[in-house]
């Protein structure tokens, strides 16, 4: 069976190394360098406290495959687990929290629901007067972008995939039929399964094989500051949930703060060959006065190291699109914020779709492109 991969993040390169595992000819055509689109401007959040049970699904068999990486692929991908904590302000909010660690629990995630004097033992400068619950799972973390692609490529060459980097994706051959090939940088390849992990560009690769997907590119930014107060390297990755701050820390007392803060329906598209990689400084003021309103670390006083803006690849449900959505073409698109974590699920889910012409591993059923047509859209609330 003969794959061409379109994008080298850790989707398409997940995806790589399980199809080569499985005796594919894989190859991966990526435009710019490995993990140039999102993979690289990703923080790493690993964590199955989501709100629906396929979200979780990914993140179980994801995480499965985390917890072994160093010993699978050789690479120690400095994978930590503070837990996430995630906490409302509003009844309703609290409310949702009660039926998702039930779901969570039944789905075997050690997630529960805490009042928020519980949460401060968590994280001891949450300010607990502003909330009226919260949620903690111990298993949630993070781990180094980077270092886990490096080690899916490392992985994927060993089992025979070739990475063909500079090779930029023009043109996907299906004459209204199968997918017969591609195009790159003018030469044309034959291929029996193109898979789409473009990230951002997913809805303008899935384009050249005449398929329309709603996936949009939405810019966030990051930013490292240095609190007024060191954030405790055992503090959990902290979600205010009803204001979309979030901060986590880093090494030696930093944190790294984040958040979207507009709206989602009004916001614009990005180009992703274009965008703005700098901060906003209005966004950056805002997002740490945001922060010192979550928990005590953050005032006026703390100092901003560095920041950065990359993209979100958005679907209107704030799932993934994981089909084979025309006869060879299989989309693995649209994470919505989670596609370096769910990457490892994804990527097995991927070879099942191309060589066993069904996804087992998990009930991807909810995650076909027909949902946003019908109608029938999944709700993620756990989004930061
Ligand atoms: C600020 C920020 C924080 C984030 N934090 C988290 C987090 O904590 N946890 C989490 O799970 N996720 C997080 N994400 C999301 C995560 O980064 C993405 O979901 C993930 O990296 C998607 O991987 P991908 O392989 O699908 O896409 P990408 O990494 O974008 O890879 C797609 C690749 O396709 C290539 N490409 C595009 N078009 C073509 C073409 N025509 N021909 C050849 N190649 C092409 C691109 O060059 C690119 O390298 C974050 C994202 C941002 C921006």
């Given at each position: 069976m003969?794959?061409?991969?379109?994008?080298?993040?850790?989707?398409?390169?997940?995806?790589?190394?399980?199809?080569?595992?499985?005796?594919?000819?894989?190859?991966?055509?990526?435009?710019?360098?490995?993990?140039?689109?999102s993979t690289e401007r990703s923080v790493g959040g690993i964590r199955a406290q989501f709100s629906t049970p396929v979200n979780v699904e990914l993140s179980l068999e994801s995480m499965a495959v985390w917890d072994d990486f160093e010993a699978e692929f050789g690479v120690?991908?400095?994978?930590?687990?503070?837990?996430?904590?995630?906490?409302?302000?509003?009844?309703?909010?609290?409310?949702?929290?009660?039926?998702?660690?039930?779901?969570?629990?039944?789905?075997?995630?050690?997630?529960?629901?805490?009042?928020?004097?519980?949460?401060?033992?968590?994280?001891?400068?949450?300010?607990?007067?502003?909330?009226?619950?919260?949620?903690?799972?111990?298993?949630?973390?993070?781990?180094?972008?980077?270092?886990?692609l490096q080690g899916f490529a490392q992985a994927a060459r060993e089992a025979g995939a070739e990475i063909r980097t500079k090779t930029g994706v023009t043109e996907i051959h299906r004459d209204g039929g199968p997918v017969t090939g591609l195009t790159a940088e003018g030469r044309r390849h034959d291929a029996d399964f193109v898979v789409n992990a473009a990230g951002p560009w997913a809805?303008?690769?899935?384009?050249?094989?005449?398929?329309?997907?709603?996936?949009?590119?939405?810019?966030?930014?990051?930013?490292?500051?240095?609190?007024?107060?060191?954030?405790?390297?055992?503090?959990?990755?902290?979600?205010?949930?009803?204001?979309?701050?979030?901060?986590?820390?880093?090494?030696?007392?930093?944190?790294?703060?984040?958040?979207?803060?507009?709206?989602?329906?009004?916001?614009?598209?990005?180009?992703?060959?274009?965008?703005?990689?700098?901060?906003d400084l209005d966004w950056a003021a805002e997002a740490i006065e945001r922060a010192g309103d979550c928990a005590t670390y953050f005032g006026p006083e703390s100092e901003i190291r560095r920041g950065w803006a990359g993209l979100y690849a958005v679907t209107p449900d704030h799932h993934p699109i994981v089909e084979e959505t025309a006869p060879g073409f299989v989309n693995a698109v649209g994470f919505s914020g989670h596609g370096f974590q769910h990457a490892p699920a994804t990527g097995q889910l991927v070879a099942e779709l191309v060589l066993d012409g069904a996804a087992s591993l998990v009930d991807v059923s909810a995650l076909g492109s027909e949902r946003f047509e019908r109608g029938e859209l999944l709700e993620e609330r756990n989004v930061a």
């Open positions: 003969n794959v061409a991969i379109v994008g080298g993040g850790i989707v398409g390169l997940a995806s790589a190394y399980y199809l080569a595992e499985r005796g594919a000819d894989v190859t991966v055509y990526e435009k710019g360098s490995l993990g140039s689109g120690d991908i400095a994978y930590r687990r503070p837990g996430y904590l995630f906490a409302a302000r509003e009844e309703a909010t609290a409310r949702a929290f009660e039926e998702q660690v039930a779901m969570q629990n039944d789905l075997g995630v050690p997630s529960v629901l805490l009042d928020p004097e519980e949460a401060t033992e968590h994280c001891p400068g949450l300010r607990a007067e502003e909330f009226v619950a919260a949620t903690y799972s111990p298993t949630d973390g993070f781990a180094d972008p980077h270092l886990a809805r303008r690769v899935a384009a050249m094989a005449d398929v329309e997907i709603p996936v949009a590119p939405k810019r966030r930014q990051m930013l490292v500051v240095e609190p007024e107060t060191p954030v405790p390297e055992d503090v959990p990755l902290t979600i205010d949930l009803d204001t979309g701050s979030h901060f986590r820390p880093e090494r030696e007392g930093a944190a790294l703060v984040g958040g979207y803060f507009g709206s989602e329906s009004g916001e614009s598209d990005a180009d992703p060959d274009g965008f703005d990689r700098k901060i």
